[in-house]
Each structure stands twice: as C-alpha cells, then as structure tokens.
C-alpha cells in the first residue's frame, strides 16, 4: 500500500511503528521509503492490509495519514492531495 502524512514526512523508523502499531501481523511488514514524501509497505496477505486501511482515521505526530491501496498505475508525481478526510 501507499501511506503519505500531510506535511512533512516523517523518518522511516517513525512509519515503520505507526505501521506495527495497527495490529498484529503474521510477518514484519516492509517499509519503503520514496523520494516523494511516500512509504510504499508490503505487508503479507490482502487481510492484514485491509484490516489498516480500514482502521479509520489515522494520525502520526498529529497529522493526518493517508493511505491507499497499492496500484500499479500509482503515479507519484502526479498524485496530488486536494482533500483531508478528517
């Protein structure tokens, strides 16, 4: 999947326990961090992840976390934040 926090991004180490702070998982999921500001995670099976993208609202260092399933056709340049939910 795709997660980008509004603002600045944070540090990988940040990302990596926001993401293990979101449930038990059957294997350590793998950040990655882009250039961009994004943090692509490979996470073991469809189940887990979307048990986090439907975990509601979300914040790290009180700013909002958006995350996407990962599509193949995920443009980072192009994807442009034009709204919050919140």
Not at 34 to 54: K, P, T
Not at 60 to 81: G, Q, S
Request: glycine share 4%; aromatic share 10%.
């Amino acid at each position: 999947m795709v997660v980008y926090v509004v603002g600045t991004a944070p540090s990988i180490a940040a990302m990596e326990r926001f993401i293990l702070s979101q449930g038990n998982f059957s294997s350590k999921p793998v950040v990655l961090d882009h250039a961009d500001g994004y943090f692509v995670i490979r996470i073991a099976n469809e189940e887990e992840r979307d048990r986090v993208l439907c975990s509601g609202p979300q914040y790290l260092l009180r700013r909002p976390v958006i995350m996407k399933p990962w599509d193949p056709d995920f443009n980072f340049k192009e994807e442009i934040l034009t709204t919050i939910p919140l």
